[in-house]
């Protein structure tokens, strides 16, 4: 019996967590996770675009699906292809694209 007070205890109190994560970020556990794997499917897809070498340098950050695309790339092409390759991803549902194009000197 003793046993069970324990495990229901632990269960409350991993449910209340969780709950309380949730209400800090608005996203759910589920949410965090799917986040996390559409941020990696991007970086992958980015990393093994042949198209555009420097798309190894884009930081890539996700929320609810949308996501987002950080840093500084050589050219104009590279900026367009990035937001390309992250609308190709399975998840994704908005791009927003906040890439700079380095100045040539």
Partial sequence: MRHIAHLLSVGLISFVLASGCAA???KT??????????TASVKTNLASDRGV????AVDVD???GVVS????????????RAAEVARQT????KVVNNLQVAAKQ
């Fill in 69 to 80: 695309l950080n840093g500084v790339v050589d050219s104009l092409a590279a900026k367009q």
């Fill in 90 to 93: 399975s998840g994704v549902t």
């Fill in 53 to 56: 070498q420097t798309l190894t």
């Fill in 62 to 64: 996700t929320n609810k």
């Fill in 29 to 38: 556990a589920g949410t965090n996770i799917d986040d996390a794997g559409i």
């Fill in 24 to 26: 800090l970020t608005g």
